[in-house]
């Protein structure tokens, strides 16, 4: 069984883990690996045991409280959380679990892929929660996070971004791209910067004065 027995600090990222596609188990190692406080989602957790993982939170709108207790018996201690609230989505709850423990960053896994309803509103969740938690969606293909609204990071030749707005961004100038946009809007739906590139080894700038913006880091 993967473990994570480390004291934890509360310094690393959570993990929640939800209930979509799920993502190559070398990649959930690799966000195992600092011990982080493991969070799953109701309908993730008979996938999530047969990885062996173990898990800190079991949270969702169960059947039963004996059934989820049954489910994670072999696992104690687990909390297990009910939230029955139907104007929320298992995701929402979780998150905002993690807001109220007071942690400020959280990477999410099985979040995107399967129903791309379900995708495209956990996406847009990072946004709904930017000024509480600092969140980080990851699949085996992208990484995808919300962008200040000044930005830098140093980024191998050729590394794949793309620039996606949530709703309209205004003002958006880049430096170190293929493709640099210089003092223009970017409204979903009409015009985004996707498939874009860094032109060489070194550092990229990102600027923009209104909207939501989310960097999608992304490989083939």
């Given amino acids: 069984m993967s473990s994570h027995h480390i004291v934890k600090d509360g310094q690393e990222p959570a993990l ?19 011990s982080p406080y493991v969070v799953v989602l109701d309908g993730a957790i008979n996938r999530v045991k047969d990885l062996g993982i173990k898990i800190d939170v079991l949270l969702g709108d169960f059947d039963s409280h004996n059934h989820a207790m049954e489910l994670v018996k072999d696992q104690m201690p687990v909390e297990v959380i009910y939230a029955p609230d139907q104007n929320k ?13 007071k942690y400020t960053h959280v990477n999410i896994v099985w979040a995107t892929g399967k129903r791309a309803d379900h995708s495209l509103s956990n ?12 969140i980080v969606m990851i699949d085996n293909h992208s990484r995808i996070y919300c962008l200040p609204k000044k930005f830098e990071k140093w980024y191998v030749k050729g590394s794949n971004i793309s620039l996606m707005p949530v709703g309209k ?14 003092n223009e809007e970017l409204n979903i739906g ?7 590139e860094t032109l060489e080894d070194g550092i990229i700038k990102i ?12 490989v083939d």
């Avoid at 298992?90 to 905002?96: A, C």
């Avoid at 996406?123 to 600092?134: A, E, F, G, L, S």
């Fill in 123 to 134: 996406m847009t969740d990072i946004v709904r929660y930017k000024n509480q938690i600092n």
């Fill in 89 to 101: 989505t298992d995701l929402h709850k979780g998150i905002e679990f993690l807001i109220s423990k």
């Fill in 16 to 34: 929640i883990i939800a209930n979509g596609e799920a993502c190559s188990f070398e990649l959930l190692q690799q966000l195992l690996e600092w």
């Fill in 169 to 182: 961004v205004s003002g958006l100038t880049t430096h170190g791209l293929k493709y640099n946009l210089h």
């Fill in 207 to 218: 600027e923009y004065s209104e909207g939501d913006l989310l960097m999608m880091e992304c």
């Fill in 190 to 196: 009409y015009k985004t910067s996707s498939s874009n």
